[in-house]
């Protein structure tokens, strides 16, 4: 009894949760009227770029992206020093309007590379923001900065 009760209350959650992120369209073929379930787009949710139509990119492309990175990016002395090579990843949100925010640093090489990688994005040009079902969404983005000396 009491595990039909968990079921029955799992249920209704996901009907409730299902229906609070759908809507409900109408429409006549042959003569039947058939309702479908379209999954509406939250304009405010941040969508993972893998999971949407159009990728967020860099305005360019990513030849573009890749010669700013190295325009731009400046390794510290203490840093050119010490020879560091490698990769620093950052994930980011790229706004609807192709601005960048929410940055976090997910592999450092320490010497401020991180910071320096989160500067040099933070004054980049807008990106081209994702779109999912022609609609312009937020979107989450990881990228891999190349640091040479």
């Known amino acids: ?49 893998v999971a949407i139509d159009t990728k967020p990119q860099f305005t360019g492309g990513d030849k573009a992206l890749q010669k700013y990175l190295k325009r731009h990016f400046h390794l510290s002395q203490t840093g050119i020093a010490a020879g560091v ?34 500067r040099v994005l933070k004054v980049s040009p807008r990106w081209q923001a994702g779109k999912h079902k022609g609609i312009v969404v937020r979107s989450n983005f990881t990228l891999a900065v190349p640091v040479n000396i």
């Open 85 to 118: 090579k490698g990769r620093v990843i950052l994930s980011f949100v790229v706004e609807r309007d192709g601005s960048l925010s929410t940055f976090k640093i997910l592999r450092d090489l320490n010497y401020g590379t991180g910071e320096e990688a989160i």
């Open 1 to 49: 009894m009491n595990i039909n009760l968990n079921l029955i209350t799992l249920a209704t959650f996901v009907v409730v949760n299902f229906s609070a992120t759908t809507q409900a369209k109408s429409y006549k073929q042959d003569n039947c009227i058939i309702r479908a379930q379209t999954a509406a787009i939250d304009s405010q949710a941040i969508y993972a770029a």
